[in-house]
């Protein structure tokens, strides 16, 4: 059920640098689109969603952009932090099920 | 929210055992999601049910699972005849009907040898 696509796998970014992540998916009828942090240990928690119908949302330093007519989004994190380190992973919902993406995994070097 | 509770957190068993996990939804979440994540995976989605009803289960899921949620409140999972692919992290997941937003629990850690 690989609906959403994600990449990269893995990324490392210097402390203070832009990471950005890219999702992609298929089915138009998706109506909503988050991210979730996942840390080792931990069941992946909601960092920011956004709906088809706006092409950016910022809360802080984590920024979603969207192109509906690509079928696209991203994840902008900027001033990466180490805290920061930690699995993402793009998701889209269709009614009440969300499909989620393989992941990237962040390394944020201090 | 008191977050979403799973037990146990970590499993070992021997192939072809039988094992049951438990999920606590937050009180007031009216749908619950059972997700299977491996490793460097995404939660793979298995089955949901609003209260008790259980409405989609995945067409991946074989037979040998099968999920409760009785009187709407906590769930549980089995696993029967586990084999060596079984073993993953499951993890639980609730909402309300007004929220988008998905609570997972921490998982359990599945060890099939």
């Known amino acids: 059920q690989q609906q959403v696509k994600q990449s990269p796998q893995s990324l490392i970014v210097q402390k203070g640098g832009i990471s950005i992540i890219n999702c992609a998916y298929e089915n138009t009828a998706f109506d909503y689109f988050p991210w979730y942090q996942q840390f080792p240990g931990k069941g992946p928690a909601l960092l920011i969603a956004i709906r088809p119908d706006v092409s950016e949302k910022k809360e802080g330093r984590f920024t979603i952009s969207f192109n509906k007519s690509a079928k696209q989004f991203s994840l902008h994190i900027m001033d990466s932090q180490p805290g920061d380190s930690a699995t993402y992973f793009c998701a889209a919902r269709r009614g009440f099920k969300t499909i989620f993406g393989a992941g990237t995994r962040l390394f944020v070097k201090a | 929210d008191t977050g979403v509770s799973q037990n146990p957190r970590h499993k070992i068993t021997k192939r072809g055992q039988n094992v049951t996990f438990r999920c606590d939804p937050i009180?007031?979440?009216?749908?619950l999601y059972w997700y299977r994540q491996t490793l460097g995976q995404g939660p793979e989605f298995l089955t949901y049910f609003q209260n008790e009803a259980q409405l989609e289960k995945s067409r991946l899921l074989s037979d040998r699972f099968s999920a409760e949620r009785p009187k709407g409140s906590f769930s549980t999972l089995e696993i029967q005849r586990t084999e060596q692919g079984d073993s993953a992290m499951y993890l639980c997941a609730s909402t309300s009907d007004t929220r988008r937003k998905l609570f997972f629990g921490s998982g359990t850690q599945l060890s099939v040898l």
């Open positions: 009180s007031e979440h009216n749908r």
